[in-house]
């Protein structure tokens, strides 16, 4: 199964951007549905967004639509999180999701994690 490391977390003011990057090791990248999670201090770790395996689906938590983005290149066994206007409510430790079963929504529909990257928005 693949691997799964994420980076682009860090500091930013309320209102900023940052894009999250998540590269995955091995072949079978294409096979999987790729997600975004994220956990607050002291609260569950709850769905962002979700991809297709060919990209051409997506989803997304009520509170990112219209601010953030996924995508997907499958060529570079990668997915992004594009987040804009971010607000102080978003910090959170961000992590990439995947499965070969579902465009993973539940913590239950994960097969593979990665290690989280942190995303602090000041505000």
């Known amino acids: 199964q693949v691997q799964l490391v994420e980076s682009g977390g860090g500091l930013v003011q309320a209102g900023g951007s940052l894009r999250l990057s998540c590269t995955a090791s091995g072949r079978t990248f294409s096979t999987y549905g790729m997600s975004w999670f994220r956990q607050a201090p002291e609260k569950e770790r709850e769905f962002v967004a979700t991809i297709s395996r060919s990209g051409g689906i997506t989803d997304y938590t009520n509170s990112v639509k219209g601010r953030f983005t996924i995508s997907r290149d499958n060529a570079k066994n990668t997915v992004y999180l594009q987040m804009n206007s971010l607000k102080f409510e978003d910090t959170a430790v961000y992590y990439c999701?995947?499965?070969?079963?579902?465009?993973?929504?539940?913590?239950?529909?994960?097969?593979?994690w990665g290690q989280g990257t942190l995303v602090t928005v000041s505000s």
């Open positions: 999701a995947a499965s070969q079963t579902y465009m993973a929504k539940t913590t239950g529909q994960v097969g593979v």
